[in-house]
């Protein structure tokens, strides 16, 4: 099954508070967002959410989206309902996703949902009472992780203008690729994607780019990031290989290690959405240049920023 029009958007004023794809987020809304998570990182704990609830619905494994979306909601002051194993659940005896959303925007003022399918967070927040907030759907768009890695990468490089940034590993399967790519061409980047063939940027991306005036170049080897502000590892995503020796064949494609980044821009910074598998050694881990732990970490600001935003208390914040 797979749920159409998944970055389509949706109308009426209730809906325009989830966040389902990046590109719900003009440039503006970017920023604030940014100027909010940066205000969080500075006075973490702040009572906004006292009274609300907020569901974190997670039909997919995940370990830092889920934590750092409950950090964030507990250091805000509001209360979790909500579940991370699908088979835990009624979905598991046949319920609709519409019935589940429907039930719970029954019981909390706020749907957090990560979801295999692409196109189920759009879905999702059509059928939703309350705003809905993509943590995840298949393989098209992770937009709260996008919003944490343009955090990470203002904070580290003093600016998101004109970055070149180069892209490693799942081009195709990667939906922080995605929704970063689309992200950043608010700020006249440029790309290098390096990819194996058979995990090459979809069209729909490339297009994208030739639609909003981004220079990319693509290669096969992990050799040529001298002129990268950003490298940006990404890991095989296993789970999206419909013939797992397909996956076998690519599996460890790349590696990225500590020699490697000699001769590297000194303002280079190594992002990985995480988890890792073999795509960074662990030699590159006390590199000045890796960020990937303290990225994460950025992961509670701004997500207490897209939270506060969504529910429309940040006029609160101190
Ligand atoms: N980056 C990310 O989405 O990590 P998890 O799958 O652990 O949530």
Redesign the pocket.
């Known amino acids: 099954m797979v749920f159409l029009q998944r970055n389509k958007k949706p109308s009426g004023a209730m809906k325009t508070r989830s966040l389902v794809s990046i590109t719900d987020y003009t440039k503006e809304k970017i920023l604030h967002i940014l100027d909010l998570a940066s205000q969080f990182e500075k006075n973490p704990n702040q009572d906004l959410l006292k009274g609300k609830i907020i569901a974190t619905l997670f039909f ?9 979306f409950e950090t964030a909601v507990n250091r805000l002051g509001g209360r979790i309902i909500g579940f991370s194993d699908a088979s835990t659940t009624s979905s598991s005896k046949g319920e609709t996703l519409k019935d589940t959303i429907t039930m719970v925007s029954n019981y909390a003022d706020l749907i957090i949902m ?1 979801h295999p399918l692409d196109g189920a967070a759009r879905y999702a927040s059509e059928v939703s009472a309350v705003p809905v907030i993509n ?2 759907d298949g393989s098209n768009q ?1 937009p709260t ?1 996008t919003m944490l890695d343009l955090y990470s990468i203002k904070k580290t490089q003093g600016t998101l203008e004109n970055l070149h940034i180069t892209m490693v590993g799942d081009l195709k399967y990667g939906r ?1 690729v995605h929704s970063l790519l689309m992200a950043m061409s608010h700020f006249n980047p440029s790309f290098t994607f390096i990819a194996p063939d058979e995990l090459r940027l979809p069209d729909e991306y490339k297009q994208f780019c030739f639609e909003n005036g981004i220079k990319y170049r693509e290669l096969s080897e992990l050799t040529d990031f001298a002129d990268a502000d950003i490298l940006y590892m990404t890991r095989v995503q296993r789970e999206r290989f419909l013939d797992l020796m397909e996956y076998e064949k690519v599996k460890n494609v790349y590696t990225l290690k500590n020699k490697m980044l000699d001769g590297t821009k000194p303002n280079l910074r190594v992002l990985h ?3 890792r598998v073999n795509e960074i050694d662990t030699d590159v881990d006390d590199n000045e240049k890796a960020y990937y732990f303290q990225q ?1 970490r950025n ?1 509670v600001y701004a997500r207490q920023a897209v939270i506060c935003d969504a529910l429309n208390v940040q006029d609160k914040i101190n």
């Open positions: 997919e494994p995940s370990t830092r989206t889920r934590l750092s990560r943590a995840g992770h992780q922080t959405p995480l988890p994460a992961g």
